[in-house]
């Protein structure tokens, strides 16, 4: 398993010499096989492991457990450790959405955090290869496109997975045969949650037809994750052909097929900050292309075409004198 993780590392040039490293670790399996992997291979990668811990503060005394056998262990290795504390359900209830969204978006925005005060660092996640397979077939109830078939990547920005090609079931046994102690999260059991039903339910039928379930799953997201980078690269290279003093040449992105006019209203929107697309607003948005027109999106942004451009602007801006914002073209 080790040599698994290092050849990612590698491949995925995840790590320099000099980085300092922040490892999320929870005090599972999972987290605590992490920490301790980037702690051997500190030496060897040239780099410093700094631990992060967020108690969610919702499982109560098991919460508080985890927590302080997180700074027990790392006290016994000499790893610095950061802790913060959140009432998860409080901010869920006042933002109103779900626990589950509110706890990742506040374990993110603590990581990230923690990464703007140390130099060359990089936020390390102990996402798992078993953790992909549940996230593709989640991705699938919703309906998805490419881009959710692609799962979890190995490398976002600043955060890296080291352990994305490593099973559960692998990890479990690493821990075992090198005396990595972790705990264990009881609501992992429970069925409240969707990706817990999936864990629990569907991945063992789905591994009675294909034993090599997760294997499958690793090699179709890798295979996707290149179509969808080819694709990607095309429709950037489109809009900068077809960018124009305020927006984009309708007569430039429908002379290319539906895929890539798609992306390319994709891209264009998300530029402009526009965020939680949906396949209807980008129908809705090629549309406008053909038969011209506007439509809303997210975030009160209103997409448009405007004197041959597709062009984004405020929704509360109409009417009638709509303020256009010039558009940047890529990489400028």
Not at 150 to 168: A, H, K
Not at 182 to 194: K, R
Not at 264 to 293: P, W, Y
Request: glycine content about 8%.
């Amino acid at each position: 398993m080790k040599d698994k993780v290092t050849a990612l590392i590698a491949e995925q040039r995840m790590l320099s010499a000099g980085d300092t490293v922040i490892a999320a670790v929870s005090g599972g399996a999972d987290s605590m096989c992490l920490l301790s992997l980037l702690f051997e291979l500190r030496q060897e990668l040239q780099i410093a492991v700094i631990a992060a811990h967020m108690n969610h503060l919702l499982r109560g005394a098991e919460a508080d457990r985890d927590e302080a056998f997180v700074e027990d262990w790392c006290r016994q290795h000499g790893i610095p450790l950061q802790v913060e504390r959140k009432n998860v359900a409080e901010l869920a209830r006042a933002r109103g959405i779900g626990i589950e969204e509110c706890g990742r978006e506040e374990r993110y925005a603590f990581f990230q955090r923690l990464y703007a005060q140390f130099t060359c660092a990089k936020i390390a996640t102990a996402h798992t290869l078993s953790d992909q397979v549940e996230t593709v077939l989640l991705h699938l109830t919703r309906g998805t496109g490419g881009r959710g078939l692609c799962g979890i990547p190995p490398v976002r920005g600043n955060i890296i997975r080291p352990l994305l090609n490593c099973t559960r079931t692998e990890i479990e046994e690493y821990c075992r045969k090198n005396a990595i102690p972790y705990v264990v999260d009881t609501t992992n059991g429970s069925s409240d949650y969707a990706r817990n039903r999936i864990r629990l339910h569907v991945v063992p039928e789905l591994k009675k037809i294909n034993p090599g379930l997760e294997e499958a799953v690793r090699r179709m997201t890798g295979q996707m994750a290149e179509q969808e980078e080819y694709l990607t690269a095309q429709a950037e290279k489109l809009l900068l052909q077809a960018s124009g003093h305020y927006g984009y040449s309708v007569k430039d992105l429908t002379s290319e097929p539906t895929v890539i006019r798609l992306r390319c209203c994709r891209i264009a929107a998300e530029r402009t900050g526009v965020s939680n697309l949906e396949e209807r607003h980008l129908k809705q948005m090629d549309h406008l292309l053909f038969h011209g027109g506007r439509c809303s999106l997210p975030g009160k942004v209103t997409a448009e075409v405007f004197r041959g451009e597709l062009r984004f602007v405020p929704a509360t801006d109409f009417p009638p004198n709509a303020f256009r914002v010039r558009v940047a073209p890529p990489n400028t």
